[in-house]
C-alpha cells in the first residue's frame, strides 16, 4: 500500500515562501507520476503542479506560473513544491498524489489520473 506524506506547511506572509514535501513509501518511485493539488475551502480541488517519472517534464496551473516550482528526488522517494511569491489566495490544503506506475513520462493534471493521496498540508498566507 503507498502512503504519502506531506510536510512544510505552515502561516506566512504575503509575499514570503514555503517549500513543501512529499514522501512516498514502497519501492521504484521513478515508476509514478506526481502531482500538487490544493483545496481551499467551499472550493472544489484543483491542479496546482505536476511532475514526470524522470522530472523532466513539469506542469503548473497558470495561477502558480512564475512563483512556484515542482521537483523530485528519485533516490529519496520525494516530490517538492516551492512556493514563492505567495498570495492570500494560495490559502488551502496542499496534497500531494502519486498515479499508478506506469512506463509513460507525461506530467499529469486531473485528479482523476492519480490513484493516490497523502493527507495533506494546510498552507496559510496572511495579508
Known amino acids: 500500500q503507498v502512503q504519502l506524506a506531506e510536510s512544510g506547511g505552515g502561516l506566512v506572509q504575503a509575499g514570503g515562501s514555503l517549500s513543501l514535501s512529499c514522501a512516498a513509501s514502497?519501492?521504484?518511485?521513478?515508476?509514478?507520476?506526481m502531482g500538487w493539488f490544493r483545496q481551499a475551502p467551499g472550493k472544489e480541488r484543483e491542479f496546482v503542479a505536476a511532475?514526470?517519472?524522470?522530472?523532466?517534464?513539469?506542469s503548473l496551473a497558470d495561477s502558480v506560473k512564475g512563483r512556484f516550482t515542482v521537483s523530485r528526488d528519485n533516490n529519496k522517494n520525494l516530490v517538492y513544491l516551492q512556493m514563492n511569491s505567495l498570495k492570500p489566495e494560495d490559502t488551502a490544503v496542499y496534497y500531494c498524489?502519486?498515479?499508478?506506475?506506469?512506463?509513460?513520462?507525461?506530467?499529469?493534471?486531473?485528479?482523476?489520473?492519480?490513484?493516490?493521496w497523502g493527507q495533506g498540508t494546510q498552507v496559510t498566507v496572511s495579508s
Open positions: 511532475i514526470s517519472r524522470s522530472g523532466g517534464r513539469t
Open positions: 514502497g519501492s521504484t518511485f521513478s515508476l509514478y507520476r
Open positions: 498524489a502519486q498515479s499508478g506506475p506506469t512506463l509513460s513520462n507525461d506530467a499529469l493534471t486531473t485528479p482523476g489520473e492519480y490513484q493516490y
